[in-house]
Protein backbone atom coordinates (compact mmCIF):
# COMPACT_ATOMS: atom_id res chain seq x y z
CA UNK A 1 0.00 0.00 0.00
CA UNK A 2 1.44 3.45 -0.62
CA UNK A 3 -0.48 6.89 1.12
CA UNK A 4 -2.86 7.59 -1.63
CA UNK A 5 -3.05 11.14 -3.21
CA UNK A 6 -4.51 13.93 -1.66
CA UNK A 7 -5.82 17.30 -2.19
CA UNK A 8 -2.51 18.58 -0.70
CA UNK A 9 -0.26 16.49 -2.14
CA UNK A 10 -2.21 17.31 -5.63
CA UNK A 11 -1.88 21.18 -5.02
CA UNK A 12 1.81 21.41 -4.11
CA UNK A 13 2.68 18.23 -6.78
CA UNK A 14 4.49 15.97 -4.72
CA UNK A 15 4.32 12.37 -3.33
CA UNK A 16 3.86 12.21 0.35
CA UNK A 17 1.10 14.21 2.14
CA UNK A 18 3.90 15.64 4.70
CA UNK A 19 5.41 18.84 5.26
CA UNK A 20 8.07 19.33 7.07
CA UNK A 21 8.41 22.71 9.41
CA UNK A 22 10.18 25.32 8.32
CA UNK A 23 11.85 25.90 11.89
CA UNK A 24 14.00 29.14 12.45
CA UNK A 25 17.61 28.96 12.73
CA UNK A 26 17.16 25.10 12.79
CA UNK A 27 16.24 24.12 9.12
CA UNK A 28 18.68 23.61 6.61
CA UNK A 29 18.73 23.08 3.16
CA UNK A 30 20.05 19.75 3.63
CA UNK A 31 17.15 19.11 5.75
CA UNK A 32 14.40 20.45 3.28
CA UNK A 33 16.11 18.79 0.25
CA UNK A 34 15.98 15.47 2.33
CA UNK A 35 12.45 15.95 2.92
CA UNK A 36 11.60 16.61 -0.34
CA UNK A 37 13.25 14.44 -2.30
CA UNK A 38 11.23 11.60 -0.42
CA UNK A 39 8.46 12.97 -1.70
CA UNK A 40 7.18 15.45 1.02
CA UNK A 41 7.28 19.27 1.19
CA UNK A 42 10.80 20.13 2.18
CA UNK A 43 10.82 23.79 4.00
CA UNK A 44 13.49 26.95 4.59
CA UNK A 45 12.88 28.98 6.90
CA UNK A 46 13.50 32.54 6.30
CA UNK A 47 13.57 34.07 9.79
CA UNK A 48 16.39 36.18 10.53
CA UNK A 49 17.70 35.33 6.20
CA UNK A 50 18.20 38.02 3.77
CA UNK A 51 16.41 37.90 0.63
CA UNK A 52 19.64 36.68 -1.52
CA UNK A 53 20.14 33.96 1.41
CA UNK A 54 16.28 32.68 1.36
CA UNK A 55 16.96 32.31 -2.49
CA UNK A 56 20.20 30.62 -2.16
CA UNK A 57 19.02 28.07 0.52
CA UNK A 58 16.30 27.19 -2.01
CA UNK A 59 18.59 26.81 -4.90
CA UNK A 60 21.01 24.72 -2.39
CA UNK A 61 17.67 22.24 -1.52
CA UNK A 62 16.91 22.32 -4.84
CA UNK A 63 20.42 21.33 -6.27
CA UNK A 64 20.81 19.09 -3.98
CA UNK A 65 17.12 17.40 -3.56
CA UNK A 66 16.71 17.87 -7.86
CA UNK A 67 14.28 20.43 -9.57
CA UNK A 68 11.34 18.16 -9.22
CA UNK A 69 11.20 17.89 -5.54
CA UNK A 70 8.84 20.59 -4.10
CA UNK A 71 10.27 23.47 -1.77
CA UNK A 72 8.68 25.59 0.25
CA UNK A 73 9.62 28.95 2.79
CA UNK A 74 8.44 30.14 5.76
CA UNK A 75 8.09 33.74 7.09
CA UNK A 76 7.37 34.80 10.27
CA UNK A 77 4.97 37.51 10.03
CA UNK A 78 6.71 39.81 12.89
CA UNK A 79 10.00 39.61 11.03
CA UNK A 80 8.67 39.83 7.68
CA UNK A 81 11.27 41.04 5.19
CA UNK A 82 9.56 42.36 2.02
CA UNK A 83 12.16 41.81 -0.49
CA UNK A 84 12.59 38.09 1.14
CA UNK A 85 8.94 37.42 0.16
CA UNK A 86 9.07 38.71 -3.04
CA UNK A 87 12.28 36.78 -3.83
CA UNK A 88 11.08 33.60 -2.23
CA UNK A 89 7.68 33.97 -4.35
CA UNK A 90 9.78 33.16 -7.86
CA UNK A 91 11.62 30.67 -6.57
CA UNK A 92 9.66 28.26 -4.15
CA UNK A 93 6.67 26.23 -4.95
CA UNK A 94 4.72 27.11 -1.89
CA UNK A 95 5.04 30.58 0.76
CA UNK A 96 3.51 30.34 3.98
CA UNK A 97 3.15 32.78 6.76
CA UNK A 98 2.75 32.30 10.58
CA UNK A 99 1.73 34.13 13.56
CA UNK A 100 0.31 37.33 11.90
CA UNK A 101 -3.83 38.35 10.99
CA UNK A 102 -3.72 36.35 7.61
CA UNK A 103 -3.32 39.20 4.75
CA UNK A 104 -4.34 39.32 1.22
CA UNK A 105 -1.99 41.61 -0.16
CA UNK A 106 0.57 39.13 0.82
CA UNK A 107 -1.17 36.69 -0.76
CA UNK A 108 -1.71 38.71 -3.78
CA UNK A 109 2.40 38.77 -3.88
CA UNK A 110 3.02 35.50 -3.17
CA UNK A 111 0.54 34.26 -6.04
CA UNK A 112 2.19 37.23 -8.22
CA UNK A 113 5.46 35.46 -8.00
CA UNK A 114 3.87 32.21 -8.73
CA UNK A 115 4.05 30.34 -5.74
CA UNK A 116 1.28 28.58 -3.81
CA UNK A 117 0.19 30.64 -0.46
CA UNK A 118 -0.25 29.28 3.05
CA UNK A 119 -0.96 29.93 6.10
CA UNK A 120 -0.44 28.23 9.05
CA UNK A 121 -3.28 29.21 12.33
CA UNK A 122 -4.44 28.50 15.68
CA UNK A 123 -8.20 28.77 15.37
CA UNK A 124 -11.25 28.37 13.01
CA UNK A 125 -12.03 32.37 12.44
CA UNK A 126 -8.02 32.61 11.63
CA UNK A 127 -8.52 29.40 9.26
CA UNK A 128 -11.49 31.35 7.70
CA UNK A 129 -9.81 34.83 7.38
CA UNK A 130 -6.70 32.92 5.46
CA UNK A 131 -9.15 31.33 2.99
CA UNK A 132 -10.63 34.67 2.64
CA UNK A 133 -7.31 36.20 1.83
CA UNK A 134 -6.87 33.76 -0.80
CA UNK A 135 -4.48 30.78 1.01
CA UNK A 136 -4.01 27.94 -1.67
CA UNK A 137 -3.37 25.59 1.54
CA UNK A 138 -4.32 25.90 5.38
CA UNK A 139 -1.83 24.52 8.19
CA UNK A 140 -3.81 24.16 11.00
CA UNK A 141 -1.78 23.83 14.60
CA UNK A 142 -2.13 22.11 18.00
CA UNK A 143 -1.68 23.72 20.98
CA UNK A 144 0.81 20.47 21.35
CA UNK A 145 3.29 22.23 18.89
CA UNK A 146 6.94 23.01 18.97
CA UNK A 147 8.15 26.33 18.67
CA UNK A 148 5.64 29.48 18.85
CA UNK A 149 1.86 28.22 19.60
CA UNK A 150 -1.20 30.65 17.67
CA UNK A 151 -3.73 29.26 19.24
CA UNK A 152 -5.48 27.58 22.45
CA UNK A 153 -7.07 24.26 20.47
CA UNK A 154 -5.66 20.82 20.88
CA UNK A 155 -5.16 19.77 17.28
CA UNK A 156 -7.77 17.16 16.89
CA UNK A 157 -11.14 19.14 18.19
CA UNK A 158 -9.43 22.28 16.01
CA UNK A 159 -8.66 19.86 12.62
CA UNK A 160 -12.79 19.42 12.83
CA UNK A 161 -13.54 22.61 13.14
CA UNK A 162 -11.29 24.29 10.74
CA UNK A 163 -12.52 21.20 8.08
CA UNK A 164 -15.74 21.80 8.64
CA UNK A 165 -15.29 25.84 7.64
CA UNK A 166 -13.42 25.22 4.31
CA UNK A 167 -12.71 22.93 2.45
CA UNK A 168 -9.15 24.02 1.60
CA UNK A 169 -6.26 21.57 1.39
CA UNK A 170 -5.83 20.97 5.35
CA UNK A 171 -2.24 20.42 6.89
CA UNK A 172 -2.75 19.17 10.90
CA UNK A 173 0.30 20.39 12.94
CA UNK A 174 1.20 20.12 16.55
CA UNK A 175 2.65 16.89 18.11
CA UNK A 176 2.58 14.93 14.83
CA UNK A 177 5.66 12.64 15.45
CA UNK A 178 5.00 8.99 14.99
CA UNK A 179 3.52 7.16 12.23
CA UNK A 180 0.81 6.19 14.40
CA UNK A 181 -0.46 9.77 15.41
CA UNK A 182 0.13 10.91 11.33
CA UNK A 183 -2.63 8.10 10.27
CA UNK A 184 -4.78 9.55 12.96
CA UNK A 185 -5.03 12.83 11.65
CA UNK A 186 -5.40 11.95 8.08
CA UNK A 187 -8.47 9.90 9.19
CA UNK A 188 -9.66 12.93 11.28
CA UNK A 189 -10.06 14.29 7.59
CA UNK A 190 -5.96 16.46 7.47
CA UNK A 191 -5.25 16.26 3.57
CA UNK A 192 -1.26 15.81 5.15
CA UNK A 193 0.81 16.28 8.46
CA UNK A 194 3.23 18.94 9.17
CA UNK A 195 6.15 17.88 11.68
CA UNK A 196 8.24 19.77 13.35
CA UNK A 197 10.23 18.22 16.37
CA UNK A 198 10.98 14.90 14.86
CA UNK A 199 13.08 17.08 12.37
CA UNK A 200 15.10 19.08 14.53
CA UNK A 201 16.61 15.70 16.04
CA UNK A 202 18.24 14.87 12.54
CA UNK A 203 21.56 14.64 11.57
CA UNK A 204 20.81 18.12 8.77
CA UNK A 205 19.57 20.12 11.45
CA UNK A 206 21.55 22.74 12.77
CA UNK A 207 21.33 22.18 16.30
CA UNK A 208 23.82 21.72 19.20
CA UNK A 209 24.57 18.71 20.28
CA UNK A 210 22.95 19.23 23.86
CA UNK A 211 19.97 20.11 22.67
CA UNK A 212 19.56 17.28 20.63
CA UNK A 213 20.51 15.12 23.81
CA UNK A 214 17.72 16.88 25.67
CA UNK A 215 15.28 16.10 23.32
CA UNK A 216 16.24 12.46 23.01
CA UNK A 217 15.62 11.94 27.16
CA UNK A 218 12.23 13.94 26.93
CA UNK A 219 8.89 12.91 26.45
CA UNK A 220 5.78 14.54 26.13
CA UNK A 221 4.77 15.78 29.78
CA UNK A 222 8.63 17.45 29.60
CA UNK A 223 7.06 20.49 27.69
CA UNK A 224 5.70 23.48 28.58
CA UNK A 225 3.62 25.97 27.10
CA UNK A 226 5.25 29.48 28.40
CA UNK A 227 5.99 33.01 27.24
CA UNK A 228 9.67 32.63 28.91
CA UNK A 229 12.01 33.34 25.64
CA UNK A 230 10.24 37.33 24.93
CA UNK A 231 12.96 39.00 23.69
CA UNK A 232 12.08 41.10 20.61
CA UNK A 233 8.98 38.65 20.28
CA UNK A 234 6.29 39.63 23.27
CA UNK A 235 3.46 37.80 24.27
CA UNK A 236 4.06 34.99 22.01
CA UNK A 237 3.38 31.81 23.60
CA UNK A 238 5.80 28.59 22.83
CA UNK A 239 6.41 25.00 23.81
CA UNK A 240 9.72 24.65 24.73
CA UNK A 241 11.43 21.66 27.70
CA UNK A 242 10.25 22.45 31.23
CA UNK A 243 13.99 22.57 31.68
CA UNK A 244 15.29 24.95 30.05
CA UNK A 245 12.61 27.25 31.76
CA UNK A 246 13.54 26.38 35.10
CA UNK A 247 17.10 26.87 34.11
CA UNK A 248 17.51 30.33 33.04
CA UNK A 249 16.92 33.18 35.92
CA UNK A 250 16.66 36.42 33.72
CA UNK A 251 13.51 37.89 32.93
CA UNK A 252 11.70 36.80 30.01
CA UNK A 253 11.98 39.95 28.45
CA UNK A 254 16.05 39.26 28.31
CA UNK A 255 16.15 36.01 26.89
CA UNK A 256 16.42 35.01 23.37
CA UNK A 257 13.86 33.07 21.09
CA UNK A 258 16.84 32.15 19.08
CA UNK A 259 17.41 28.12 19.57
CA UNK A 260 20.82 26.84 20.03
CA UNK A 261 22.74 26.08 16.86
CA UNK A 262 25.80 24.44 16.55
CA UNK A 263 27.46 27.53 16.41
CA UNK A 264 25.65 28.25 20.17
CA UNK A 265 28.35 29.41 22.88
CA UNK A 266 26.03 30.09 25.21
CA UNK A 267 24.67 27.98 28.15
CA UNK A 268 22.65 25.54 25.91
CA UNK A 269 20.61 24.66 29.38
CA UNK A 270 18.75 27.94 29.71
CA UNK A 271 18.46 28.91 25.95
CA UNK A 272 15.07 28.52 24.37
CA UNK A 273 14.54 24.68 23.54
CA UNK A 274 11.74 24.19 21.80
CA UNK A 275 9.92 21.29 21.76
CA UNK A 276 6.18 19.64 20.94
CA UNK A 277 4.79 17.27 22.71
CA UNK A 278 5.63 14.85 19.77
CA UNK A 279 9.12 14.66 21.87
CA UNK A 280 8.65 11.46 23.15
CA UNK A 281 8.49 10.46 19.53
CA UNK A 282 12.36 11.18 19.23
CA UNK A 283 14.25 8.03 19.92
CA UNK A 284 17.28 8.61 18.30
CA UNK A 285 18.86 11.06 15.75
CA UNK A 286 18.47 10.08 12.14
CA UNK A 287 18.82 10.87 8.92
CA UNK A 288 15.92 12.72 8.07
CA UNK A 289 15.07 10.64 5.15
CA UNK A 290 14.90 7.77 8.02
CA UNK A 291 12.81 9.87 9.65
CA UNK A 292 9.98 10.13 7.05
CA UNK A 293 10.70 6.35 5.81
CA UNK A 294 9.49 5.41 9.26
CA UNK A 295 6.39 8.44 9.09
CA UNK A 296 5.09 6.84 6.05
CA UNK A 297 5.92 3.20 6.56
CA UNK A 298 3.95 3.37 10.12
CA UNK A 299 0.90 5.22 8.95
CA UNK A 300 0.85 3.26 6.27
CA UNK A 301 0.06 0.00 8.34
CA UNK A 302 -2.09 1.73 10.54
CA UNK A 303 -4.50 3.02 7.35
CA UNK A 304 -4.51 -0.45 6.22
CA UNK A 305 -5.33 -2.18 9.17
CA UNK A 306 -8.39 0.67 9.55
CA UNK A 307 -9.31 -0.30 5.89
CA UNK A 308 -10.10 -3.88 6.60
CA UNK A 309 -11.68 -3.32 9.89
CA UNK A 310 -14.04 -1.33 8.10
CA UNK A 311 -14.65 -4.03 5.33
CA UNK A 312 -14.82 -6.76 7.80
CA UNK A 313 -17.46 -4.37 9.40
CA UNK A 314 -19.01 -3.81 6.01
CA UNK A 315 -18.40 0.05 5.86
C1 LIG B 1 12.62 24.38 16.91
C2 LIG B 1 11.34 24.88 16.30
C3 LIG B 1 11.35 26.06 15.57
C4 LIG B 1 10.18 26.51 14.95
N1 LIG B 1 10.24 27.64 14.18
C5 LIG B 1 9.15 27.97 13.43
C6 LIG B 1 9.25 29.01 12.45
O1 LIG B 1 10.32 29.64 12.26
N2 LIG B 1 8.15 29.27 11.70
C7 LIG B 1 6.97 28.57 11.86
O2 LIG B 1 6.00 28.82 11.13
N3 LIG B 1 6.85 27.61 12.80
C8 LIG B 1 7.92 27.27 13.56
N4 LIG B 1 7.80 26.24 14.46
C9 LIG B 1 6.48 25.56 14.65
C10 LIG B 1 6.18 24.57 13.51
O3 LIG B 1 5.78 25.25 12.37
C11 LIG B 1 5.09 23.53 13.85
O4 LIG B 1 3.86 24.17 14.15
C12 LIG B 1 5.44 22.61 15.00
O5 LIG B 1 6.79 22.20 14.93
C13 LIG B 1 4.55 21.37 14.96
O6 LIG B 1 4.62 20.64 16.16
P1 LIG B 1 5.74 19.50 16.43
O7 LIG B 1 6.97 20.24 16.77
O8 LIG B 1 5.17 18.73 17.59
O9 LIG B 1 5.87 18.67 15.19
C14 LIG B 1 8.96 25.77 15.10
C15 LIG B 1 8.97 24.59 15.84
C16 LIG B 1 10.14 24.12 16.43
C17 LIG B 1 10.10 22.81 17.18
Redesign the pocket.
Known sequence: MTLPPTPFTRIVDCRLPLQQ????G?TTPALAAAVAAEGGLGMV?A?GLTSDQVCAQVAAALELAGNDARVGV?F?VPFLDDQALEAASQVAALVEC?YGDPDAAIVERVHGGGALAAW?VGSRDEARAAVDAGCDVIVA?GV?????VRGTSPLLPLLEEVRGATRVPLVA?????TGAAMAEVLLAGADAV?????F?ATSEADVHPAYRDALLASGAGDTVLAEAFSMGWPHAPHRVLRQCVDASTLEPAMRSPL?PTRAFDGEVASAAL?????VGAVTGVLPAAAVVRELIRDAEAVLQRAAVGRREHGG
Do not use: I, K, W
Not at 173 to 177: C, D, K, L, R
Not at 194 to 198: H, K, N, P, Q, Y
Not at 274 to 278: L, P
Open positions: AGMGVAANLFQQEAGGHAGGVGRVGTRVPYAGES
